[in-house]
């Protein structure tokens, strides 16, 4: 296809999808003369991959290149190249060691780590530090965290993971489609699971408090579906 047509078929404009071929974060079309070269789905897979990697998960053109790299190095292996992308999407906090709160926090987090069984966690993985940064914020605010409270969470999130999340990467086809499926994974779902936490917190608060519809509310006629 012509780069018209990649253009058509992606919904990046001509002038982006240049932008990109001159970055290399786009392989160079087939050249078939001095001024017109052919695109295959490839691209279009790759097209796919930067949109995601741009509008959902919010990276820099120079973080992309880093993944793009890692994409196309097929001897960077496949969990490496994933936490290439995973570790984009969670950027580290800066580290306190010489913070008592922060020391507390981050020996909190590696011994959950333990006890869960997730000893293939780098030491130095970004999200250890994310986690650590988040209790110690917690407790600033006058809410400080247990392990025994935290467990729960893990124990959540654990569960999602091995029995949902890992199986929607497809493993099995191009390296550009794993990733892309990581970044929608993460950022999307993690969205969508927020959403519904607050929609069972709503729920179960009207449960334990009692519901009382509000004066807004009452006058509100239930939304019908459409007339057979």
Known sequence: ?????????????????????REGLLPQGEQTSATRAEYDQSHLRRLRLIRALLEVGRLPVATIRKIIEAVQDEETDIHDMLGTAHYALSP????????ADWRDAREMVDHLVADLDWDRVQPDAPTRDELAQTLVTLKHLGMPVTRDEL???????????????????????????AVEAL??????????????????????????????????????????????
């Not at 009692?210 to 509310?217: I, K, V």
């Open 1 to 21: 296809m012509r780069i018209s047509q990649l253009s058509a078929e992606s919904g990046v404009p001509i002038p982006t999808i240049k932008f990109y071929l």
């Open 92 to 99: 580290a906090p800066e580290p306190a060691p010489d913070d």
């Open 151 to 177: 467990l729960p969470y893990a124990k959540a999130a654990d569960t999602l993971v091995r029995e949902h999340d890992i199986r929607k990467i497809p493993l099995d086809g191009p390296r550009d489609t």
């Open 183 to 228: 970044v929608i994974c993460q950022v999307l779902y993690g969205k969508a699971f927020d959403a519904m936490r607050r929609l069972a917190q709503e729920s179960e608060s009207a449960r334990h408090f009692g519901f009382r519809p509000s004066d807004d509310c009452a006058g509100v006629t239930p939304r019908k579906g459409p007339e057979a």
